[in-house]
């Protein structure tokens, strides 16, 4: 019996956590939790879709599968746009459908080229999206980079991409 509450927890937590993942405001922004994203420690979410543009909350070099911060520099700076990518991807938006980066580094003479590096390998030649980088004294756990993202991504690109269901253009039954 009590492996049949446990495994009942278990799969109400589950659905909980799908709904929350994807939670929609009366005026329709919704919030992004896909997976194999990084988990938000705290009262954030990790991205939310108004309309048709996507925004990403800062994001740092956590490996999502350890959720601890990658060693090395530029592989901690990568990391962290990939977290990005990941959820901007999520909505159908890719790297060149940014509008907007804020990068934040607690050290711009040691950071910036590292972070020009790794945007180089990820964007090619460009064109690159506008770009803020800021220094600021410290982050959280004392991480060296913190990428936010805003991207556009029209939902209608995104529906016309979508597979299409059998039943649609079919009016529900009325009772």
Do not use: C
Request: cysteine-free; hydrophobic content about 40%; overall charge positive.
């Amino acid at each position: 019996m009590s492996k049949l509450v446990l495994a009942g927890i278990g799969i109400l937590t589950l659905m909980s956590s799908a709904t929350m993942a994807q939670q929609i405001s009366p005026n329709g922004v919704k919030t992004l939790a896909p997976a194999g994203a990084i988990k938000s420690t705290g009262t954030w979410n990790l991205g939310t879709r108004a309309g048709d543009f996507i925004y990403v909350a800062g994001m740092r070099g956590i490996d999502p599968k350890t959720d601890t911060l990658v060693q090395g520099e530029e592989a901690r700076v990568r990391q962290a746009f990939m977290n990005m990518k990941l959820i901007a991807e999520s909505e159908g938006a890719t790297l060149r459908d940014a509008v907007r980066l804020v990068v934040y580094v607690t050290d711009m003479f040691r950071f910036r080229p590292i972070v020009n590096k790794v945007q180089t390998e990820l964007w090619g030649q460009g064109p690159y999206p506008p770009r803020t980088i800021v220094e600021v004294h410290r982050l959280n756990q004392d991480d060296i980079v913190e990428i936010e993202g805003t991207f556009y991504a029209p939902s209608s690109k995104r529906a016309q991409n979508e597979p299409v269901s059998p039943r649609a253009g079919i009016a529900p039954a009325r009772n």
